[in-house]
Protein backbone atom coordinates (compact mmCIF):
# COMPACT_ATOMS: atom_id res chain seq x y z
CA UNK A 1 0.00 0.00 0.00
CA UNK A 2 1.20 3.56 -1.07
CA UNK A 3 -0.03 6.62 0.36
CA UNK A 4 0.53 10.14 -0.35
CA UNK A 5 -0.87 12.86 1.55
CA UNK A 6 -0.93 17.05 0.45
CA UNK A 7 -2.87 19.47 0.94
CA UNK A 8 -1.16 21.58 3.50
CA UNK A 9 0.13 24.91 3.40
CA UNK A 10 0.26 28.07 5.52
CA UNK A 11 -3.33 29.84 6.65
CA UNK A 12 -4.15 32.00 9.27
CA UNK A 13 -5.67 31.41 12.69
CA UNK A 14 -9.53 30.25 12.65
CA UNK A 15 -8.98 29.73 9.43
CA UNK A 16 -9.69 26.08 7.23
CA UNK A 17 -7.07 23.50 5.30
CA UNK A 18 -8.43 20.14 3.58
CA UNK A 19 -5.88 17.58 3.25
CA UNK A 20 -6.15 14.81 1.42
CA UNK A 21 -4.36 11.06 1.01
CA UNK A 22 -4.67 9.09 -1.57
CA UNK A 23 -3.85 5.30 -1.17
CA UNK A 24 -2.96 2.98 -4.13
CA UNK A 25 -1.91 -0.54 -3.82
CA UNK A 26 -3.61 -3.69 -2.04
CA UNK A 27 -6.04 -1.57 -0.29
CA UNK A 28 -8.83 -4.25 -0.11
CA UNK A 29 -6.81 -5.07 3.11
CA UNK A 30 -7.88 -1.84 5.31
CA UNK A 31 -9.26 -1.57 8.44
CA UNK A 32 -9.27 1.90 9.16
CA UNK A 33 -7.34 4.96 7.94
CA UNK A 34 -5.84 7.97 10.16
CA UNK A 35 -4.16 11.36 10.35
CA UNK A 36 -1.33 11.85 13.02
CA UNK A 37 0.98 14.34 12.91
CA UNK A 38 4.56 15.83 14.53
CA UNK A 39 4.75 19.18 15.74
CA UNK A 40 8.30 20.97 16.10
CA UNK A 41 10.07 19.38 19.00
CA UNK A 42 7.16 17.16 20.05
CA UNK A 43 6.06 13.27 19.50
CA UNK A 44 4.29 12.39 16.65
CA UNK A 45 0.51 11.92 18.07
CA UNK A 46 -3.12 10.75 16.77
CA UNK A 47 -5.15 13.53 15.13
CA UNK A 48 -7.98 10.91 13.61
CA UNK A 49 -9.08 7.87 12.14
CA UNK A 50 -12.34 6.59 9.98
CA UNK A 51 -13.01 2.97 9.51
CA UNK A 52 -12.68 2.08 5.64
CA UNK A 53 -15.77 -0.33 5.64
CA UNK A 54 -18.48 1.12 8.56
CA UNK A 55 -17.10 4.87 8.41
CA UNK A 56 -16.97 4.94 12.03
CA UNK A 57 -14.30 7.68 13.21
CA UNK A 58 -12.51 8.92 16.56
CA UNK A 59 -10.76 11.97 17.27
CA UNK A 60 -8.36 13.14 19.12
CA UNK A 61 -9.59 15.75 22.09
CA UNK A 62 -7.25 18.59 21.00
CA UNK A 63 -9.18 18.37 17.47
CA UNK A 64 -12.67 17.17 18.34
CA UNK A 65 -15.32 19.52 17.27
CA UNK A 66 -13.03 21.34 14.54
CA UNK A 67 -11.79 18.76 12.55
CA UNK A 68 -13.66 16.24 10.10
CA UNK A 69 -12.41 12.66 8.94
CA UNK A 70 -13.88 11.33 5.89
CA UNK A 71 -13.52 9.40 3.15
CA UNK A 72 -14.05 7.64 -0.50
CA UNK A 73 -13.74 4.97 -1.14
CA UNK A 74 -14.61 4.12 -4.59
CA UNK A 75 -11.59 6.72 -5.06
CA UNK A 76 -9.51 5.28 -2.48
CA UNK A 77 -9.12 8.69 -0.58
CA UNK A 78 -9.41 10.22 2.63
CA UNK A 79 -9.60 13.45 3.66
CA UNK A 80 -9.28 15.70 6.99
CA UNK A 81 -11.56 18.90 7.03
CA UNK A 82 -9.56 21.25 9.49
CA UNK A 83 -11.42 24.63 10.76
CA UNK A 84 -11.23 27.09 13.66
CA UNK A 85 -7.27 26.17 13.19
CA UNK A 86 -4.92 27.12 15.99
CA UNK A 87 -1.55 28.10 15.96
CA UNK A 88 -1.04 25.21 18.02
CA UNK A 89 -2.14 23.02 15.17
CA UNK A 90 0.87 23.45 13.38
CA UNK A 91 2.94 20.29 12.85
CA UNK A 92 3.64 17.95 9.47
CA UNK A 93 0.73 15.69 9.53
CA UNK A 94 0.74 11.98 8.10
CA UNK A 95 -1.58 9.87 7.29
CA UNK A 96 -1.73 6.07 7.89
CA UNK A 97 -3.54 2.89 7.21
CA UNK A 98 -3.66 0.15 9.54
CA UNK A 99 -5.29 -3.54 8.71
CA UNK A 100 -6.52 -4.80 11.36
CA UNK A 101 -8.87 -3.40 14.92
CA UNK A 102 -5.96 -4.07 16.88
CA UNK A 103 -1.85 -3.57 16.50
CA UNK A 104 -0.63 -0.35 15.48
CA UNK A 105 -0.59 1.24 11.77
CA UNK A 106 1.22 -0.79 9.03
CA UNK A 107 1.82 2.06 6.33
CA UNK A 108 2.75 5.27 6.23
CA UNK A 109 2.35 8.23 3.81
CA UNK A 110 4.99 10.82 3.70
CA UNK A 111 3.96 14.07 5.27
CA UNK A 112 2.49 17.60 4.34
CA UNK A 113 3.52 20.64 6.31
CA UNK A 114 0.39 22.77 7.80
CA UNK A 115 1.74 26.25 9.45
CA UNK A 116 -1.14 28.56 11.31
CA UNK A 117 0.11 31.70 11.71
CA UNK A 118 -0.90 33.78 15.00
Known amino acids: VQLQAYGGGLVQAGGSLRLSCAAS????????MGWFRQAPGKEREFVAR????????LYADSVKGRFIISRDNAKKMMYLQMNSLKPEDTAVYYC????????????WGQGTLVTVSS
Open 96 to 107: ATKLSPSGGYNY
Open 25 to 32: GRTFRTYA
Open 50 to 57: ITWSGGST
